[in-house]
């Protein structure tokens, strides 16, 4: 293997270390993937505005997330069954996440457990949490992720139903046997059946919730105390919706351009989210994220933060935990140049005038 100088190359190697099932449910989005292969071309669509002669001797990338500190606006998002591409799984992003001093969000069908995955050691985490139909089941979830230490809750809301990965529909996609959902080993939901086409589109009907609404955030507000992170918001309604119900915080994600085709890309939805959340909760984004200029645009958009979903578990397949430290460690890297070159020594210093969008180049000047 030669010397991997970015996040991307990583990906050819999980395609050729990985059976196909596995790297085909990791890489895959919905339908036509035109949202997949936008949510990339997106970012490549906006430009920068470098400010120059600023001294950038030092650069602080730190910042706070609902009130945790973290060494920089870069985190890793849920991703499911991290164990199909490396026996250490989410242990190994667990750690790596904690030596980088960044947040990992665990996802509910990790094949390792909340207890498990606290019991790696010191490190900020959140737990994403899909809402099963049975409501105990969440309950009893959710309970168990305050008492492992985990210091909010994603709540994913794009997800009443699974988007249509046809990969996963023509490799009749199951968890493979030797691996269980872990969090729900104990309630027999551990288990996912071999099916006709996807065998998580038919465990997502069988026990996802397609009835939840408003106001079942307000009833997980009712069962936990924890923050509440809304991840899956693309709409100015639906961000005005959510600072009404009381969260912590909203995640502008198309989950990876795994559910609805067609939507736009993260980044740019992010402008209308912001403008509408006013300032009120933080709004973070996921979705393409892949070079420090990436993590940069979305800051200079009025993202508090961004996270990371496929590189982690491409760099898993490769390297194990070494492969997720150097995903960080690369974004950091790049992200810190990008402040660099750009004239920003703090987050703070980023602002909307270091970018030039589409929209901004079809106005006679540019937006200062
Ligand atoms: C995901 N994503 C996801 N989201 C979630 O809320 N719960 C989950 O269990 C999963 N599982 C999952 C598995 C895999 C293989 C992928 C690729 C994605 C979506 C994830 O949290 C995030 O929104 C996207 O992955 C971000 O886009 P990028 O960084 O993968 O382009």
């Known amino acids: 293997m030669g010397e991997i100088t970015n996040v991307t190359e990583y990906q050819a190697i999980a395609k050729q270390k990985?059976?196909?099932?596995?790297?085909?449910?990791?890489?895959?989005?919905?339908?036509?993937?035109?949202?997949?292969k936008e949510n990339r071309e997106a970012f490549s669509r906006i430009l920068f505005r470098p400010r120059?002669?600023?001294?950038?001797?030092?650069?602080?990338?730190?910042?706070?997330?609902?009130?945790?500190?973290?060494?920089?606006?870069?985190?890793?998002?849920?991703s499911a069954m991290q164990k199909m591409a490396h026996p250490d799984g989410e242990y190994a992003?667990?750690?790596?996440?904690?030596?980088?001093?960044?947040?990992?969000?665990?996802?509910?069908?990790?094949?390792?457990?909340?207890?498990?995955?606290a019991s790696t050691g010191p490190g900020i985490r959140f737990f994403q949490l899909y809402v099963y139909k049975d409501r105990k089941v969440v309950e009893q979830l959710v309970r168990r992720a305050e008492r492992a230490g985990f210091k909010a809750i994603a709540l994913?809301?794009?997800?009443?139903?699974?988007?249509?990965?046809?990969?996963?529909?023509?490799?009749?996609?199951?968890?493979?046997?030797?691996?269980?959902?872990?969090?729900?080993?104990?309630?027999?939901?551990?288990?996912?059946d071999q099916a006709n086409d996807s065998g998580l589109a038919s465990y997502v009907a069988g026990q996802i919730d397609r009835?939840?609404?408003?106001?079942?955030?307000?009833?997980?507000?009712?069962?936990?105390?924890?923050?509440?992170?809304v991840?899956?918001?693309?709409?100015?309604e639906d961000a005005r919706l959510a600072v009404h119900a009381g969260a912590a915080g909203i995640i502008v994600s198309n989950h990876g351009a795994r559910q609805l085709d067609y939507v736009p890309a993260t980044i740019s939805a992010l402008e209308?989210?912001?403008?509408?959340a006013q300032g009120r909760i933080p709004v973070y984004l996921d979705g393409g994220v892949r070079r420090g200029t990436d993590v940069f645009k979305a800051l200079a958009l009025g993202a508090s933060g961004i996270f990371i979903g496929r590189?982690?578990?491409?760099?898993?397949?490769?390297?194990?935990?070494?492969?997720?430290?150097?995903?960080?460690?690369?974004?950091?890297?790049?992200?810190?140049l990008t402040m660099a070159l750009s004239g920003c020594t703090t987050l703070a210093d980023i602002n909307r005038s270091h970018i030039l969008t589409e929209g901004d180049r079809l106005r006679p000047t540019p937006r200062l």
């Open 272 to 276: 209308e989210v912001v403008t509408a």
């Open 52 to 78: 120059i002669l600023i001294d950038v001797s030092k650069i602080d990338m730190t910042t706070s997330v609902l009130g945790f500190k973290i060494s920089m606006p870069i985190m890793i998002a849920p």
């Open 156 to 192: 994913t809301v794009d997800t009443p139903r699974l988007g249509r990965r046809e990969a996963d529909i023509k490799n009749r996609f199951v968890l493979p046997p030797y691996l269980t959902l872990k969090n729900f080993e104990g309630l027999d939901l551990g288990k996912m």
């Open 18 to 36: 990985l059976p196909k099932m596995i790297y085909d449910y990791y890489a895959s989005g919905a339908e036509d993937e035109w949202t997949l």
């Open 311 to 336: 590189p982690v578990v491409f760099a898993l397949a490769a390297e194990g935990e070494a492969g997720v430290r150097n995903v960080l460690r690369m974004l950091r890297e790049e992200f810190e």
């Open 231 to 236: 991840k899956g918001v693309i709409t100015a």
């Open 93 to 117: 992003t667990a750690r790596a996440a904690s030596a980088a001093g960044t947040i990992m969000t665990l996802s509910s069908w990790a094949t390792s457990s909340v207890e498990e995955v």
């Open 211 to 229: 009835t939840l609404s408003w106001k079942d955030v307000k009833w997980l507000q009712s069962i936990t105390s924890l923050p509440i992170l």
